[in-house]
Each structure stands twice: as C-alpha cells, then as structure tokens.
C-alpha cells in the first residue's frame, strides 16, 4: 500500500506544506514516483515522519533533529542536554508571563522595562524613552536604584518636560534654583546617584556616553539649558563646601 503526500500528511499529523521541507533538508527520503508522477509514500516513510514529529514535539529543533539519532554512544546526555535547553525556556517563558502580568496589572505599554510598569503611566513619552536606554547599560542594581529615586515626582517634573524650547534666561534660572536642592537632597539620601553607571556591565564610560546622548537627543534646547545651568549650580555648591573658609568670620 502506498499513500500521496497529502495522505502520508495527514497520517503523522503535520502538513504537505512540512513534509516537503523534510525532503529539502534532507531529514526525509524522497520516495519513488508511480506512472502518473505522483509520489508513493509506504511504511519507512510514515515511520520516519512519525519519528520527526516526536522529535519536534519534545522541542528538538529540525537542525537538531539528526543529531540526537546519531547520539548512539551517549543518547542519554543528548537527552540530558535538551532537558537543560527546556529547562531554560520554561524559565524565560515563566519569567515572561510576570513581566506581562506585571504590565497588564498597572496598565502600563508593553515595551517599557518590567522595573518601571508601576509608574509608566505617569512619564512622558520622553520620561520613558529615557528609561528604556538608562535601563539598557546600567546593571539590574542601578535599574532599581534609579526606579526608586524617580518614584516620587517632584513639583517642578511637570513644569520641566513641558518647558516649551524657547524659554527665556529667568525661567531657565529659576528653574535650575529650584531643582538644586532637590538634587542635593536626592545624592545626600542616596550616594548611589553620583555614579550611577560605575558597575554598568558595558563599562561606566560606555554608559555615561549612551545616556548623555539621550538626554541630548531627547530635550529640547530649553531644557538642556536647565540641566546645563543645574550642573553649574551643583559644582559651585561642590566648591562652595569644599572651602574650609566657607561660612567663617575670619579673614583670608
């Protein structure tokens, strides 16, 4: 007894459209045609596509397929080996199913990075365009460190991210005033953010270039402007407390 492509298919449970890529890459031997040209599948064929469809349905990748038949000497560690490869998806796959839950439960955009889903909603598409690139070149530590210290917004957020570009020189200063302390307070409470890329994985220069270039990018000229006063403003106050004369009557 001999079946056509769609019969020999239909009997191992896959599709013409997979049997004919077993034949293209080789996993399965084209079999002989009858009088009309139509392809005669028997019993070896059906058996061999039986075989593939185990093997696939145990998650052995096609490309990996004939390899485990040839593990004759040690088939136990081929077995050994894709139980660890399994292993790790489910993990990944675990691991995903909490991140989803974890966006779905603050309603938050599905691109944005686990750690900050429960604030996500309340950034600016800017705010989180920042985070996506803070969070691809700090360590998982930093990550976290940095959620935590921008959990609470401040007053003067709002009034920043919707700082219109040209903005004249007493709103810049008065910005950048009232930021100081805040920052201040904020490196005081949590050292952490004086380097924040000093254990980054891809080296703290690499990180620190990559972050610049996204505020760069992501700012507009007023509130560039802010931060570049807002720096100015800390070195001076890092001076300022540096002087053992500061805040003394006596004379220089």
């Known amino acids: 007894m001999a079946w056509s492509t769609q019969q020999v298919a239909e009997?191992?449970?896959?599709?013409?459209?997979?049997?004919?890529?077993y034949h293209q890459i080789g996993l399965l031997d084209v079999p002989e045609r009858a009088a009309n040209g139509y392809k005669r599948y028997e019993v070896p064929h059906l058996v061999r596509l039986l075989q593939i469809k185990r093997m696939s349905d145990l998650g052995v990748p096609l490309s990996e397929v004939a390899a485990m038949e040839r593990a004759d000497e040690d088939p136990d560690e081929a077995i050994r080996v894709l139980d660890r490869e399994l292993e790790a998806t489910v993990d990944r796959l675990n691991r995903v199913r909490e991140e989803l839950a974890l966006i779905l439960r603050h309603r938050a955009p599905a691109y944005v990075p686990p750690e900050f889903a429960?604030?996500?909603r309340d950034l600016s598409e800017r705010q989180r365009s920042l985070l996506m690139v803070?969070?691809?070149v700090l360590s998982e530590e930093s990550v976290g460190?940095?959620?935590?210290?921008?959990?609470?917004?401040?007053?003067?957020d709002e009034e920043f991210e919707a700082l219109p570009p040209d903005a004249d020189d007493a709103v810049i200063e008065t910005l950048a005033e009232r930021f100081l302390p805040v920052v201040l307070k904020g490196r005081a409470e949590n050292p952490w953010s004086l380097a924040p890329t000093?254990?980054?994985?891809?080296?703290?220069?690499h990180a620190a270039d990559t972050m610049a270039e996204a505020v760069t990018q992501l700012y507009n000229h007023a509130q560039l402007r802010v931060l570049k006063r807002l720096n100015e403003l800390l070195s001076e106050h890092a001076a300022g407390a540096e002087d053992p004369r500061e805040g003394s009557d006596e004379a220089p």
């Open 198 to 205: 000093a254990d980054a994985p891809g080296g703290a220069r």
């Open 134 to 136: 803070f969070s691809a």
């Open 118 to 120: 429960p604030i996500s």
């Open 11 to 21: 009997l191992a449970g896959t599709t013409v459209k997979a049997v004919r890529y």
């Open 145 to 156: 460190k940095f959620r935590e210290l921008i959990s609470e917004p401040e007053d003067m």
